[in-house]
């Protein structure tokens, strides 16, 4: 049975720096990216985004 967002578990700042500071503690490197700079590698192709539903009446 899958799990509700509400069950997921919640990550705050602490966790989030526990979890960054073993990354680097355990030989881990951390990048900063620019700004402005983006992830997306590909500008043409189809698209997968679906703006709305249209439903028939």
Same mark, same amino acid.
């Given at each position: 049975?899958? %799990?509700?967002?509400?069950?997921?578990?919640?990550?705050?700042?602490?966790?989030?720096? @526990?979890?960054?500071?073993?990354?680097?503690? /355990?030989?881990? %490197?951390?990048?900063?990216?620019?700004?402005?700079?983006?992830?997306?590698?590909?500008? @043409?192709?189809?698209?997968?985004?679906?703006? /709305?539903?249209?439903?028939?009446?």
């Amino acid at each position: 049975m899958s %799990k509700s967002k509400k069950d997921l578990p919640v990550c705050d700042r602490d966790d989030l720096a @526990r979890q960054m500071a073993a990354f680097v503690k /355990s030989g881990g %490197k951390v990048q900063q990216i620019p700004t402005g700079t983006s992830g997306q590698t590909h500008t @043409r192709g189809p698209r997968q985004i679906i703006l /709305s539903h249209k439903t028939a009446s």
